[in-house]
Nanobody, 117 residues
Framework: QVQLVESGGAWVRPGGSLRLSCVAN????????LGWYRRAPGKEREYVAA?????LYADSVRGRFTISTDRAKGTTSLQMNNLKPEDTATYYC?????????????WGQGTQVTVSS
């Protein structure tokens, strides 16, 4: 499996931009997909974006957020533009992989994004 470390979370005003980054350590060659989830205060963790065979975005971020990944290096980033207060959340990096025939999902520790004026 892999260990994931996120960075880049911060406070930003509405309309601003942030770039989150995530680096995987460990068995990088076992990674099949990398992505991002988020959890807002009092809410369930929700899907944001991921890259596996295709690139997918949640409806709430499509057109504003862009995910990029380099599976060979075990890195992923999330460029977030035109941020809104409802984007305030802890953002988690995710990696799906396979070790032998055993699938796994690894999570980072999270990075806080706060959007407010």
């Amino acid at each position: 499996q892999v260990q994931l470390v996120e960075s880049g979370g911060a406070w930003v005003r509405p309309g601003g931009s942030l770039r989150l980054s995530c680096v995987a350590n460990g068995s990088i060659a076992t990674i099949n997909a990398l992505g991002w989830y988020r959890r807002a205060p009092g809410k369930e963790r929700e899907y944001v974006a991921a890259v596996g065979g295709t690139t997918l975005y949640a409806d709430s971020v499509r057109g504003r957020f862009t995910i990029s990944t380099d599976r060979a290096k075990g890195t992923t980033s999330l460029q977030m533009n035109n941020l809104k207060p409802e984007d305030t959340a802890t953002y988690y990096c995710m990696a799906d992989g396979l070790v032998g025939l055993e699938p796994y999902r690894s999570w980072g520790q999270g990075t806080q994004v706060t959007v407010s004026s």
